[in-house]
């Protein structure tokens, strides 16, 4: 049986460098043994919509129905954010206010946030982590912080950031394997 690996990005725009690192992760993974995965990329940006109007208490989109059943039924759930004002995008608050209290217990988290400086790699540990506790999903210990200077283009080019990520891929695969 193969694993289904799910990756969220908060983004508010697409393209992004949170979804270049995520793309590097998931590419990470399928070369640590992961290439028999199911693997999707859901793109808050283009739920927007269909998130506002389900938060106002409109009915739920078929798209957003199907991004949350995804995420519920992962074995690795990946999630990215920019990191805006010390916390994560409002956007991917909206995605999570609307994931069930269990739906993600158990389920393995890598969390990965982005930023100008270092200042923000904080948001990690006081926002992301606390968020999947209450979901009581098991969130990696290592994560994976990105600046705006690790990329070129689009494209992850810093080699500490490289580092961080293959430490993360290992873990992750070693998840996935029991």
Known sequence: MSSTITAVSGSLRYPSTTTA?????????????????????????????????????????????????????????????????????????????LVGQKDLAGTAVLLTAGGGSDLHSLAIDHALRPLFAFFEASALPLAVYSRSSDFTEGEVTGDALRAQIDRAVAAAAALLRT
């Open 21 to 97: 690192l995520l793309r590097t992760i998931l590419d990470g993974l399928e070369h640590a043994g992961g290439a028999g995965a199911d693997v999707q990329i859901i793109e808050l940006s283009s739920l927007a919509v269909d998130l506002a109007r389900s938060i106002t208490g409109g009915e739920t989109s078929p798209a957003l129905a199907a991004a949350l059943e995804r995420v519920k039924s992962t074995d690795l759930l990946i999630v990215g954010t920019p990191i805006y004002r010390g916390s994560y995008t409002g956007l991917f608050k909206q995605f999570f206010d």
